[in-house]
């Protein structure tokens, strides 16, 4: 079952204050970006990867993928202002019938993960991977509680997200005609009125947002080198 992958990778970093894009970071030998595209050239089924890159580092970016033999790369096109931004730069170079959407900052995820999400998305029309969440969540205003969730209800979404691509090519126009903004690319089709179907992804698939993933991204890949199950 054949995908592109888009990979937003062209934001600030400014949570990890790092003082430059965090994409760069280097874990081990390579740098963040090349680990999470490495899943992508890696992964038989994906055909295209489509990366979106601040437009002052398409050059670096472009010059990391030649240096680290990332074949699936396709376009490296230059990102906006937020994330939705940059994704609808990308989802323009999509080619495929499914569309993966996946965060630069997140090198963990599992080949498995990938394939039960792409072939839910292919026979549902969409699917996000998430995880249960752990804490018991508090709606806040004014620094007070208005209300505590039900906790069985309430899930993390990571990425990837998979959709067919005539439906996130539309969930995009209809967000980009009526000023909605999300957070996530699933939030836009939800708009549409569609359903997305969830995939139980996995605690090691992180986003790299502040200082301390940097030492858990260490930990993961140690463990990985061991050949460890979380
Ligand atoms: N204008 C933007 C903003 C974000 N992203 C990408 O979207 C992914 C998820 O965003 P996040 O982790 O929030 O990254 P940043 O926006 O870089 O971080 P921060 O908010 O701390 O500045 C990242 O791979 C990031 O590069 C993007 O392509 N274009
Ligand atoms: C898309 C996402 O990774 C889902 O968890 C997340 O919402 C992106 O966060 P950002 O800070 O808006 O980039």
């Not at 890159?53 to 906006?80: F, H, T, Y």
């Not at 170079?93 to 993960?113: C, M, N, T």
Request: with cysteine; charged share 30%; glycine share 6%.
């Amino acid at each position: 079952m054949k995908y592109d992958v888009i990979i937003p990778a062209a934001g600030q970093g400014s949570r990890m204050k790092a003082g430059y894009n965090k994409q760069f970071i280097k874990l081990d030998d390579r740098p963040l970006i090349v680990h999470t595209v490495a899943v992508f050239e890696e992964d038989p089924w994906c055909e295209r990867v489509i990366l979106v890159a601040n437009e002052k580092e398409c050059d670096a970016m472009s010059a990391l993928m030649k240096e680290w033999q990332m074949m699936k790369v396709r376009a490296i096109v230059p990102g906006g202002k937020e994330r939705q931004d940059s994704v609808l730069e990308g989802l323009k170079r999509a080619e495929a019938a499914i569309v993966l959407i996946h965060d630069g900052a997140r090198p963990f995820v599992a080949k498995e993960s990938i394939h039960e999400l792409v072939r839910t998305a292919a026979d549902k029309g969409s699917a996000v991977l998430a995880v249960p969440v752990k804490d018991t969540i508090k709606e806040v205003n004014n620094g007070f509680i208005t209300n505590t969730p039900e906790r069985t209800a309430l899930w993390a979404a990571q990425t990837p997200q998979a959709f067919q691509k005539d439906l996130i090519v539309k969930a995009y126009e209809k967000a980009t005609s009526e000023q909605f903004r999300g957070t996530d690319d699933a939030s836009l089709v939800e708009k549409c009125g569609k359903k997305v179907h969830i995939v139980e992804g996995s605690d090691e698939n992180i986003k790299l947002t502040t200082p301390l993933d940097i030492d858990i991204a260490h930990m993961i890949l140690k463990k990985r080198k061991k050949g460890e199950k979380s």
